[in-house]
T-cell receptor
Framework: GAGVSQSPRYKVTKRGQDVALRCDPI?????LYWYRQALGQGPEFLTY????????KSGLPNDRFSAERPEGSISTLTIQRTEQRDSAMYRC??????????????FGPGTRLTVL | DAKTTQPNSMESNEEEPVHLPCNHS???????IHWYRQLPSQGPEYVIH???SNVNNRMASLAIAEDRKSSTLILHRATLRDAAVYYC??????????????FGKGTKLSVKP
């Protein structure tokens, strides 16, 4: 079946522009997670949702970063007024069990963001 | 979530077993031990998880020390495709869990033909 998909796969933008990164989780998956990964590092948690409710946004670096999942399926991570330090791979994952119960997370291919 | 300690890198020969260690001396009673791996240019993928008892699946085995302060991921016969970064992660999966995974730097496994 279809896995987690993300779009665009690559995004190059100029400093100061806003970008929106999309994540389409596996159908029926309740939980959706956003991570950011710098080169040579492990993924860093940003935020996660159960259904449409944002459960934890403590990993968002600052108020330029926001995320939504209005219908409990597709999610969008928005970065306003991008800066060069925002350049990274942004990864989305989903899982079929409510957070709080051990469950496998399925990761998407990521969006490579480059801010010039 | 409690912190884990893993060697930065390990080497293995193809078709030999690999034992990847992980120390987690401050593990709490409700922390599950999760292992994920990340192949080059791909997203992380789940390998295995456990709480107290040893676990086996088609990919690997997880051996958990009796005091739970350490665990070992066992790949029974390494293949070239197993070359990846392996992450050992603790997550509190009961009451109050945040659900996210906290990745460290992991162990980079190289497999030689």
């Amino acid at each position: 079946g279809a896995g987690v998909s993300q779009s665009p796969r690559y995004k190059v933008t100029k400093r100061g522009q806003d970008v929106a990164l999309r994540c389409d989780p596996i159908s029926g998956h309740v939980s959706l997670y956003w991570y950011r990964q710098a080169l040579g590092q492990g993924p860093e948690f940003l935020t996660y949702f159960n259904y449409e409710a944002q459960q934890d946004k403590s990993g968002l670096p600052n108020d330029r970063f926001s995320a939504e999942r209005p219908e409990g399926s597709i999610s969008t991570l928005t970065i306003q007024r991008t800066e060069q330090r925002d350049s990274a791979m942004y990864r989305c994952a989903s899982s079929s069990l409510r957070s709080g119960i051990s469950g496998e997370q399925f990761f998407g291919p990521g969006t490579r963001l480059t801010v010039l | 979530d409690a912190k884990t300690t893993q060697p930065n890198s390990m080497e293995s020969n193809e078709e030999e077993p690999v034992h990847l260690p992980c120390n987690h001396s401050t593990i709490s009673g409700t922390d599950y031990i999760h292992w994920y791996r990340q192949l080059p240019s791909q997203g992380p993928e789940y390998v295995i998880h456990g709480l107290t008892s040893n676990v086996n699946n088609r990919m690997a085995s997880l051996a958990i020390a009796e005091d739970r302060k350490s665990s070992t991921l066992i790949l029974h016969r390494a293949t070239l495709r197993d070359a990846a970064v392996y992450y050992c992660i603790l997550r509190d999966d009961y009451g109050g869990s945040q659900g996210n995974l906290i990745f460290g730097k992991g162990t980079k496994l190289s497999v030689k033909p």
